[in-house]
C-alpha cells in the first residue's frame, strides 16, 4: 500500500511536470499573425515585443495611392514612437494625419510620428492618423496579403500583414493636403 502510494505521488508529479514543460516552452517566431483580430506581434527568444497591430487592412485601389489602417497596441510599461513606415507595395509610406486647418479637414504628414501610451493603444483610421501609401505600384484587390514594417524611435521594428479591404469611407482623399470633403476618384 505504501508502495503503491508512493508510485501514485511520482506518476502524478510526472504528469504536472509534463503538463508545465509543454506550456512553457519556446514561442515559435512570429512575424505576423493572419487572423483579423488577432494582433500582429513579432516575437523573438521570449523577448516582450513592444508594439503590436490588431486588424490592419488597406484600402482597395487599382494603383497610385492608398492607406493602411488598424490599431497599434502598446504591450510595454513605457511610450512607443512609431517614427516611419514601409512597404514592397509602395515606394514611400508616410505617417500621416488629418487635422481642421481653417474649417477645412486636411491630411499631412505626422510630425514626430505616432506615440502609442504605456500599455495604451493608437488607432489608424480612415478620417484620422493612417499609414499613407504613396506611388503604389499594383493594384490591391480584396483579400489582399500586403507586408508592413514600422519602424520604432528606438529602432526596434514591427512587421505585419494587413488584409486588402474594400472601403468606400467618408469620401477620403488620400493625397497630402487634399481637401477631405471632396471625393476624387
Known amino acids: 500500500m505504501i508502495v503503491s502510494r508512493v508510485l501514485s505521488a511520482a506518476l502524478l508529479a510526472a504528469l504536472a511536470t509534463a503538463s508545465v ?7 515559435p517566431k512570429q512575424e505576423a499573425v493572419p487572423a483579423a483580430n488577432a494582433p500582429a506581434v513579432a516575437n523573438t527568444a521570449n ?17 497610385g495611392m492608398s492607406a493602411a489602417f488598424g490599431t497599434l497596441v502598446n504591450n510595454t510599461d513605457g511610450d512607443v514612437t512609431v517614427v516611419s513606415g514601409a512597404s514592397p507595395l509602395s515606394p514611400k509610406v508616410e505617417l500621416h494625419e488629418v487635422v481642421d486647418t481653417k474649417g477645412k479637414m486636411v491630411m499631412r504628414p ?3 510620428g505616432f506615440m502609442i501610451p504605456a500599455r495604451g493603444t493608437h488607432q489608424l483610421m480612415p478620417g484620422g492618423d493612417h499609414l499613407m501609401l504613396m506611388g503604389v505600384t499594383k493594384e490591391v484587390k480584396p483579400g489582399a496579403q500586403i507586408p508592413f514594417t514600422l519602424t520604432l524611435s528606438d ?4 512587421k505585419f500583414t494587413a488584409v486588402g479591404k474594400d472601403f468606400a469611407g467618408g469620401k477620403e482623399d488620400y493625397r497630402p493636403g487634399a481637401d477631405m470633403g471632396r ?3
Not at 514543460?21 to 514561442?27: T, Y
Open 110 to 112: 505626422k510630425q514626430g
Open 155 to 158: 529602432g526596434e521594428t514591427l
Open 21 to 27: 514543460s509543454a506550456c512553457g516552452g519556446e514561442s
Open 47 to 63: 523577448k516582450v515585443v513592444p508594439l503590436s497591430i490588431t486588424d490592419p487592412w488597406v484600402k482597395t485601389t487599382k494603383k
Open 183 to 185: 471625393k476624387h476618384g
